[in-house]
């Protein structure tokens, strides 16, 4: 595998926005959105008192002034009083509470003008959540472990969001400033120079960004354009965005162009959208459906990856054209083969994962077509779910044993490992994999990491009491913690401890188990970009499964001159399964025996 090459000439990014802090000759243009307020005032550090900032009739409010530059820091003043950063900030030092700071992104200079990304087929996704890679938990230090990636056979990094959240430590789904990156993970130029290093070596790095909800500390936006919001959709988080009403123009724009911003600004290969099936539009045009449109236009000189998670299985949303190439997004995260694969591993039955239990026909399908239910009622959820998705290519679906969500919405965060058999984890480890779906691992899993990975947060004390209980009684109504002294055994989200937790110990790739499974995997990626990436784009659309037998499937895909194969007994009793046709490419196990599995290319010439 050989990276694209890289050129080292240097180059300067920008994406321009109609709102915020921009850097101009001589000074700063500072816009702000407030329809409902006759005034706002703008706050520059140093500055005797706020200046009044001049108010259109749209309700836009602008200053240009040349008393602010690069490092300034500034916060907007409402009518009552009310001191508010940015919501377009691009940096905020002293946290979501604080003000925000003038960044000029031209400052910035990149040597990464050669890099024209990668294409999808090519993709062995990594996500990682910054501050807990590393035991800095920064962007500098992220650049230390890149060559570990490379090694390992990854070429793209998913990192978890980094939209300035409110303390010192969060997954990153509680953000409230989207356009500034955390500082507890260092500066935007930090990021900037982690995306760059990630360039040199090959790798495409992804984003994941929040649409769906801002989170319950720190969204001053409230105050500064209660237009924003909508009780016409509601959300698990309240009120929805309002993406589809009166001024819903403004807001749309506002999320369009922070996706703008980070694939320009910061040179981004694309974004994961967090749980879009919360993105609540009922306008013709789909804020989705204009993200997409909207990037593809602005960036047409490379390959921009937009990736789902969609929990209503569209299958519309990740359609081709007649060159195969995405109309609209790139590709889904798949969960019906996470939970077909962690149901077999483990046997666990609780929750949704009884709608997949014992149903070998739901594996083989996810396996070959995608999504598992394709229409049909799913009990769990009481109602269809899915869209028929076996004329989509592998390619349109991410597949994934551990993610944060599967591993982090666990009471423990126990990664999968602290379950399932080591025969088991090899077995379902291999499937994902060699499967033409595009596989992502979940950072550390590549050596069997044993830390966990619990949900964890620092927000001020008028939440850390609300959400520390309700984390606790989300599980009360599971058997295992119907007792109160069980419940209470479930980490504290709001203690440092569950976060250190949660970081990474690297010197257990150099021991035992640990080691061995890190060279498993190095050796099963080489076969993937060996055998399987290269036929990638001959793959137009799901396999042709049967299923052999209790947890025992076969798949064909069919490809220019071959037809790829696979048989496995994902199941922990014995059962006879003959080996496919074709040329051998990866084997665990015996036929016959539990936990067999055996991939095969079988040359057709046709």
Not at 168 to 175: S, T
Request: aromatic content about 10%; glycine content about 8%; overall charge negative.
């Amino acid at each position: 595998m050989s990276p694209p090459s890289t050129g080292f000439a240097p180059v300067r990014r920008a994406h321009r926005m109609p709102f915020g802090a921009e850097t101009r000759e001589g000074g700063v243009r500072f816009r702000l959105w407030a329809p409902s307020h006759a005034e706002i005032g703008l706050e520059l550090d140093g500055a005797e008192a706020p200046v009044a900032m001049r108010r259109s009739e749209d309700g836009w409010h602008e200053l240009v002034t040349p008393q602010a530059r690069a490092g300034t820091r500034y916060r907007f003043v409402l009518p009552d009083g009310l001191r508010v950063p940015d919501p377009a900030s691009r940096f905020q030092p002293q946290d979501v509470h604080g003000p925000s700071e003038v960044v000029d992104p031209a400052a910035h200079v990149w040597t990464d003008v050669g890099w024209a990304g990668r294409p999808w087929e090519e993709a062995v996704v990594y996500e990682l959540h910054i501050g807990a890679f590393t035991p800095e938990g920064t962007f500098r230090a992220a650049i230390g472990k890149l060559d570990h990636l490379v090694a390992l056979g990854i070429t793209a990094i998913e990192i978890m969001p980094i939209a300035e959240f409110p303390g010192a430590r969060n997954w990153g789904y509680d953000g409230v400033l989207p356009y500034a990156p955390d500082a507890s993970y260092g500066r935007p130029e930090d990021f900037k120079a982690f995306v760059q290093a990630a360039h040199e070596r090959g790798l495409m790095v992804l984003l994941d960004v929040v649409y769906n909800h801002f989170g319950p500390e720190g969204n001053y936006l409230w105050a500064v354009a209660r237009e924003t919001f909508t009780e016409r959709h509601h959300t698990p988080w309240g009120a929805a965005i309002n993406f589809d009403g009166p001024g819903s123009q403004v807001v749309r724009d506002f999320f369009v162009h922070n996706a703008l911003y980070w694939i320009e600004e910061f040179h981004l290969d694309g974004l994961r959208l967090d749980a879009v099936h919360a993105i609540l539009d009922d306008s013709p045009r789909h804020l989705l459906q204009e993200l997409a449109e909207r990037i593809r236009t602005a960036v047409p000189d490379r390959p921009i990856h937009l990736i789902l998670e969609n929990e209503d299985n569209h299958a519309f949303r990740l359609r081709r054209d007649a060159q195969a190439l995405p109309m609209q997004h790139t590709a889904q995260w798949n969960d019906d083969v996470h939970h077909v694969l962690h149901v077999a591993a483990t046997g666990e039955s609780s929750g949704y994962y009884a709608d997949y239990k014992g149903d070998t026909r739901k594996l083989a399908r996810a396996l070959a077509e995608g999504f598992a239910f394709q229409g049909e009622e799913m009990p769990y959820r009481g109602h269809a779910r899915g869209e028929p998705s076996a004329d989509l290519p592998p390619t349109a679906f991410v597949a994934f044993i551990q993610n944060h969500d599967q591993v982090g919405n666990r009471a423990f965060g126990d990664r999968l490992n602290a379950t399932a058999p080591p025969e088991a984890m090899r077995a379902i480890a291999a499937t994902y994999l060699l499967l033409p779906q595009i596989p992502m691992l979940f950072m550390g899993e590549e050596w069997l990491a044993a830390q966990p990975f619990p949900f964890f947060c620092d927000f001020g004390p008028e939440l850390a009491d609300a959400v520390r209980d309700g984390r606790r009684a989300e599980f009360a109504r599971f058997p295992e913690f119907a007792d109160p002294a069980q419940r209470e055994r479930i980490p504290d989200p709001l203690s440092p401890a569950t976060f250190n937790a949660a970081k990474l110990r690297w010197d257990d790739t150099t021991r035992e188990p640990h080691a061995e499974w890190l060279a498993w995997y190095r050796r099963i990626l080489a076969v993937r970009h060996a055998e399987i990436v290269p036929r990638l784009a001959g793959i137009r659309r799901g396999g042709k499964y049967e299923v052999l037998g209790e947890g025992a499937v076969g798949i064909r895909w069919d490809m220019p001159r071959a037809v790829l194969h696979l048989v496995a007994n994902l199941s922990s009793h014995a059962q006879p399964l003959a080996l496919p046709r074709g040329r051998m490419i990866w084997r665990e196990g015996e036929p016959g025996a539990a936990w067999f599995l055996c991939w095969t290319i079988e040359e057709t010439g046709a």
